[in-house]
């Protein structure tokens, strides 16, 4: 689903126009992000977790030249889905 699918069916979900989902939708990015930045954990029930993880400083190879370089430490976003979402994408087919 692209964002502008994505922001449609918020509007007709929200009763909202577009625009005003497009807005909302916007915004509730830059809180996550935000929120992100400052190394705080986000909740959302139903779906799952985001949080910060800081990935130690490692040897790589280069995959055209086989040359060892250096990747420094850096901080990454993990994302950890609910369980209840695990579930429903996990449920057994009936026969």
């Known amino acids: 689903m692209t964002k502008e699918e994505f922001v449609a069916k918020l509007a007709l979900a929200g009763k909202v126009t577009k625009k005003q989902a497009d807005d909302i939708f ?10 992100l930045k400052k190394g705080e954990r986000v909740a959302l029930p139903g779906l799952g977790v985001f949080s910060v993880v800081q990935k130690k400083a490692r040897t790589g190879r280069n995959p055209g030249t086989g040359a060892a370089i250096k990747i420094p430490a850096r901080k990454a ?3 950890s889905t609910s369980s209840v979402l695990k579930q429903g994408l996990n449920k057994a087919k009936k026969k």
């Open 26 to 35: 916007s915004k509730f990015l830059e809180m996550l992000a935000a929120s």
């Open 77 to 79: 976003v993990k994302f």
